[in-house]
């Protein structure tokens, strides 16, 4: 089994400090500059599993990075350099406090509230008589409150970010817009490839009066894919569809108990399972960005990462 990343602990040159997110540590340089490597970890349920999935890291980071460039027409985006495979380097912005879900199929945790009868989500009136699966007339932006570490993200409407000041009306207004033009290009992105982009987060910060997209963009960390071959067969069939997204690993834990409640404990991750998982990842790289996916060395990634972001500072 290939070694995956699962810990930093890098000094680089102008670092004042470090956060280790879920899948994510934030490293800042010089209170400018954000220095982002996606390790290998893989989180469920706002719960980090206890294996890491070889390769993921690599995955996300060069997903994210294409989509970025792909998008800089619509809005302005963080990233600056990807001096390695597993890192993103880019401008260091103030976050908003809440993420910006937009679905245009019911499914997921929206289909799980739907069919326990829930039909208002973040504000949005669902309407009776869908099927899980099934395409919204228009998509739907459910905004989440963006949690600390070890608490779970909340549902929020966007009366209620107004109304409690997390964001003004004029940014929350052109947060809408470009998480819809976003959500728009790639949806187009991935009808070229044979896929349907379900449902997908963005996150936005600002910096000098100016919003900028940031973190990750279109991974399935962040994503849910359908193929768009069959789609319409199994909807009509009420059967499963055939996706790449994260959610596989979801259903696999609520198969074994398993939802991030209190007293619940992670299944094994077997061996079998984490290579399963990282297939699933590089599956979705490859029909996503229609290229073959090149699995870099393993042995040293510690070594690598420090050694290339340092000789990317030092020539900053």
Avoid at 74 to 100: H, L, R, Y
Wanted: glycine share 8%; hydrophobic share 35%.
């Amino acid at each position: 089994m290939k070694k995956a990343l699962t810990r930093t602990d890098f000094n680089f040159p102008g670092q004042q400090s470090v956060y280790h997110g879920k899948v994510r540590d934030v490293y800042t340089i010089n209170d400018d500059l954000l220095v982002m490597v996606a390790t290998d970890r893989i989180s469920a349920f706002d719960v980090v599993l206890p294996q890491g999935i070889p390769y993921k890291g690599q995955m996300l980071n060069q997903i994210a990075a294409k989509f970025l460039d792909a998008t800089t027409d619509i809005c302005p985006n963080w990233k600056m350099s990807t001096p390695d495979p597993m890192v993103t380097a880019g401008v260091q912005c103030t976050g908003f406090p809440v993420e910006m879900i937009v679905r245009g199929y019911l499914c997921g945790s929206a289909w799980r509230a739907y069919k326990s009868g829930v039909r208002e989500i973040c504000g949005v009136t669902i309407p009776d008589g869908m099927r899980e699966n099934e395409r919204f007339p228009e998509p739907i932006i459910t905004p989440t409150t963006k949690a600390e570490i070890g608490e779970h993200d909340q549902d929020i409407s966007r009366e209620e970010i107004l109304s409690q000041g997390l964001v003004s009306e004029d940014d929350y207004n052109l947060l809408e817009k470009y998480t819809m033009a976003l959500f728009k290009r790639g949806t187009e992105i991935a009808a070229e490839r044979g896929l349907i982009l379900v449902d997908t987060k963005y996150e936005f910060g600002h910096r000098d009066g100016k919003i900028y997209l940031i973190d990750e963009i279109h991974t399935p960390d962040s994503s849910r894919y359908f193929y768009q071959e069959g789609y319409e067969e199994r909807l009509g069939k009420g059967e499963p569809q055939k996706q790449l997204s994260k959610e596989f690993v979801r259903e696999w834990l609520m198969e074994n108990n398993f939802q991030g409640k209190a007293g619940q404990v992670v299944p094994e991750m077997t061996p079998q399972i984490v290579e399963s998982i990282s297939e699933r990842y590089i599956e979705l790289y490859e029909h996503i960005t229609g290229e073959a996916f090149v699995k870099e060395d393993t042995d040293s990634l510690l070594s690598r990462i420090e050694m290339n972001v340092t000789n990317y500072l030092k020539q900053r």
